[in-house]
């Protein structure tokens, strides 16, 4: 019960992007933990402009 | 075992949809649409989706895709197919679905019901899935790559550009839906204009207070909207306050040409992306809610299966069945702006090659329902009603008892008192002449809501159906305009080179001021012209969308064509015969029709000719030189899309000719297969 309440609220917090910085500071520490990382405002900052710059949205 | 399901699956759904077809009487109830929709997407979906993967695409679930390849943590990200199916969903299903069968319902439940049905699984979830496909082995790329790529310059200058203009008169329309809804609705307009604040509000709260906190700020936002739904209506019942609320079209008008200009070039974080996160969350939940809601009141429809107005002469927008039915319900059905977001966002989230199938066929057969709950919310209201709605004061004339003279003399019963008595329930000052959709459907949708979720509510639940509208509405317009403004900037920097630089800011005013421009003109067109505009803007909307799709269904057969695939080409080819005709033959009809109704021309003419003669009424007179000039240059955009429609299905064939004869053709474009695929998919 406990646990597929927890998968579901880590449903919902992938679904919604909630987990965006947790996901790239996993990432970072995989792929190349020696580079400097950003911070939660900055990157939450960048990903807004990376992601609003193409289509993203229908009628 | 399974068989005998699948069989019984398909028995009951031809059932239904018999039923449907030939029910002819009083009324009927939602639940033949409800089930025969159900047996329809399953079998779609089961079936020809799973042989289009595994006979026509060949999707291959060894294969690395882009998202784990490329894997960079942001865009690039393998992600679980429940989740990008939902990203998927929620990005394709705008107010599109809802505001099209609504204006469809003209024509009775029936057409549109089965254009959203069959239209969807053959045509537009063909679509979608063949082009996420496509895109996903291409490492992303954007349709209109793909086509310069694949098919050759031309084309993929036709896709861009097609691209473009749809986006100007999606906006327009769009813009000219709120605007309908806003007028002289004090109770509406306060509510929307508090949703600004609160995005931006929400937006600071992100970036600033607790950066990236994207649950619990969008919860905040949504309760802050619910509440402006509910201060709305003291704002409407305060003498004083409410006259600050209470706007004609005109200012309306300005006020969302102003503020898509203001979004555009504001930084994202501050309105953009936080209004978006609060769509998406009302988005969501609306449509659990109307779906709950549908199943479980399953309401008897009160519309004709089919009404007199096949004929050509419907009130809402002229012409008849054939092509405008398959004109006026674009998304829903098959949407061209879907293969926008199938190819470019999407791709690079797929983990593996056979989720290709669950994202792009599953999500838009969802947006197939989605119309459909539209179609039901609008058709469960008396036709009578209906019609005094979305009828425009140019057809049933500008009062009350003409208005009611007219739509009764058609044989759909409606009284002035009756049209009172809801407006008074759903807080409005009149419900007669509004125009876009919007209205309508936010009746069919409180009536819903309130018989299944309270019914003392009923004015709320019709607010909370309008701010639902409207927040969406103005996402995809400030999303439009953010992406038709970098279109244009890439378009000047081949002219002026710091013009293409996104974040100059002399660039960024200029381009944005184009894009608002553009659209901007169309919407205030649409809000003097008399008889609504909507008749107008949205067929050219139909018409664009259409295109945009029949260019991308081009695309996908070129493609199969050239890797060998001639024999199962009809599943894009297919859909795509029938769009070139429904478009052609619209476009067609809009530019010649002799019908003032119908034709662009001959509106401008006959308008021209009263002028001359004086004929008509000073107010009219001042509007009449505009209104020419926009239906003249109407019919010269619908022959430009039809132009560029053929261009590019001319471009396929030139490369399909020569597939078969053996001539060479642009190389495949295909990412290479990585190996040890399936070792690199397992960590």
Known sequence: ?59 | MLKVIWGLVAIVGAFAVGGLALHRGESINSMWIIVAAGCIYAIGYRFYSAWIAAKVLVADETRVTPAIRLDNGRDFVPTNRWIAFGHHFAAIAGPGPLVGPTLAAQFGYLPGTLWILFGAVLGGCVQDMTVLFLSTRRDGRSLGKMARDEIGAIGGYAAMFGTLMIMIILIAVLGLVVVNAMKHSPWGTSTIFATIPIAVLIGLYMRDIRPGRVLEASLLGVTLLLLAVVGGGLVDKHEVLRQFFDFDGKPLAWFVIIYGFTAAVLPVWLLLAPRDYLSTFLKLGTIALLAVAVVVMSPDLKMPAVTQFTDGSGPIFGGKLFPFVFITIACGAISGFHALVASGTTPKLIMNERDVRMIGYGSMALESAVALMAMIAVTLLDPGVYFAINAPPGVVGATAAAAVETISSWGFPVSAEQMHALAQEMGEATLFARTGGAPSLAVGMASLLSSAFGKSLMALWYHFAIMFEAVFILTTLDAGTRVGRFMVQDFLGHIWKPLGETSWYPSVLLSSALIVAGWGYFLYIGVIDPNGGINILWPLFGISNQVLAAIALSIVTGILVKQGNLRHAWVSALPLAWLAIVTTTASWQKVFSPDVRIGFLSAADQLAEKLAAGSLPAQAADVAPQLIFNQRLDAVLVVVFAVILWIVIADTVRICWRVAKGYPVLPGSEAPATAGAFEARAT
Not at chain 1, 30 to 37: C, I, L, S, W
């Open chain 1, 1 to 59: 019960m406990r646990n597929t309440a927890r998968r579901v609220w880590a449903f919902i917090r992938e679904l919604a992007a909630d987990n965006a910085y947790e996901r790239y500071l996993a990432h970072h520490q995989a792929a190349h933990p020696d580079m400097p990382v950003l911070g939660r405002r900055d990157f939450y900052l960048n990903e807004q402009r990376r992601k609003w710059s193409g289509i993203q949205r229908c009628c």
